[in-house]
Antibody, heavy 125, light 111 residues
C-alpha cells in the first residue's frame, strides 16, 4: 500500500523555525519527484515547493522563496521542508505529495497523485 | 488569492450529472494540457481524479471526466453518488513563477 505520512507540525512563534518530515512507503521513493502543498484555514490549496527524484531541480513559490528549503534523503525514503523566519500567513496544513511521473523531470508536473493527510503548522505569538 | 477561478458550490441529486468549471489564463490552462482535478473529503488526504485534462488514474471510475476549452477546464461527474460530496480543486501548470496554480475549490453537495 502506498503511504505518505507527514510529521513535525505544531505551534511556533513568528520568526522561528520548524522542520517538517514526510516518510513514504509502498513505492520506489527515489524514482519520483515530490512536492509540498499547503492549505491555509478557509483557503484553497497552494503549491509550496517541488524537488526532482535526484534533487537536480528544486523550485519554490515566491511566498516562501529564501525562507523554506526542501530536501530529500532517498536512502531513508524521506522528504523534508525546513521552514525559517515563519510568518502568521504560513499557518496552514502542509501536505507531502508524490508526483505522478516516474523519473519525471520537473517542471512541468503532470499531476500530484498521492497525498498525505497533512500536518498542521500554526504560526502565532 | 488562488489563480484559478472555480464556483464556490455546486449541487445535484443522486444520479444526476454536474459540471465544475475552472477558469485560468493563457499562461496556464490556455497554454498547457497539464490540468488536474482533486477530490478532498475534509480531514482526509486529497485524491487525484483527473490529470492531463482528460486522463483518469487507475481506480477512478469513468463517472469522472475532464475537458478543456480555451482558458477553461471542466470536470463532469455523472451518476452523482453520496460519496462524491466533497471539495474539488483544479490545478494547472503555469509558465509564471508560480509553477503550479490551484483553484479555490468547489464544494459539491449531493442533495
Amino acid at each position: 500500500e502506498v503511504q505518505v505520512v507527514e510529521s513535525g507540525g505544531g505551534l511556533v512563534q513568528p520568526g522561528r523555525s520548524l522542520r517538517l518530515s514526510c516518510e513514504v512507503s509502498g513505492f520506489p521513493f527515489d524514482e519520483y519527484a515530490m512536492h509540498w502543498v499547503r492549505q491555509a484555514p478557509g483557503k484553497g490549496l497552494e503549491w509550496v515547493s517541488s524537488i526532482t527524484w535526484r534533487s537536480g531541480r528544486i523550485d519554490y513559490a515566491d511566498s516562501v522563496k529564501g525562507r523554506f528549503t526542501i530536501s530529500r534523503d532517498n536512502a531513508k525514503n524521506s522528504l523534508y521542508l525546513q521552514m525559517n523566519s515563519l510568518r502568521p500567513e504560513d499557518t496552514a496544513v502542509y501536505y507531502c505529495v508524490k508526483d505522478i511521473s516516474r523519473f519525471g523531470e520537473l517542471p512541468p508536473s503532470h499531476a500530484m497523485d498521492v497525498w498525505g493527510q497533512g500536518t498542521t503548522v500554526t504560526v502565532s505569538s | 488569492q488562488s489563480a484559478l477561478t472555480q464556483p464556490a458550490s455546486v449541487s445535484g441529486s443522486p444520479g444526476q450529472s454536474i459540471t465544475i468549471t475552472c477558469t485560468g489564463t493563457s499562461s496556464d490552462i490556455g497554454y498547457y494540457n497539464y490540468v488536474s482535478w482533486y477530490r478532498h473529503h475534509p480531514g482526509k488526504a486529497p485524491e487525484l481524479i483527473i490529470y492531463d485534462v482528460t486522463d483518469r488514474p487507475s481506480g477512478v471510475p469513468d463517472r469522472f471526466s475532464g475537458s478543456k476549452s480555451g482558458n477553461t477546464a471542466s470536470l463532469t461527474i455523472s451518476g452523482l453518488q453520496a460519496e462524491d460530496e466533497a471539495d474539488y480543486y483544479c490545478s494547472a501548470y503555469s509558465s509564471t513563477t508560480t509553477l503550479y496554480v490551484f483553484g479555490f475549490g468547489t464544494r459539491v453537495t449531493v442533495l
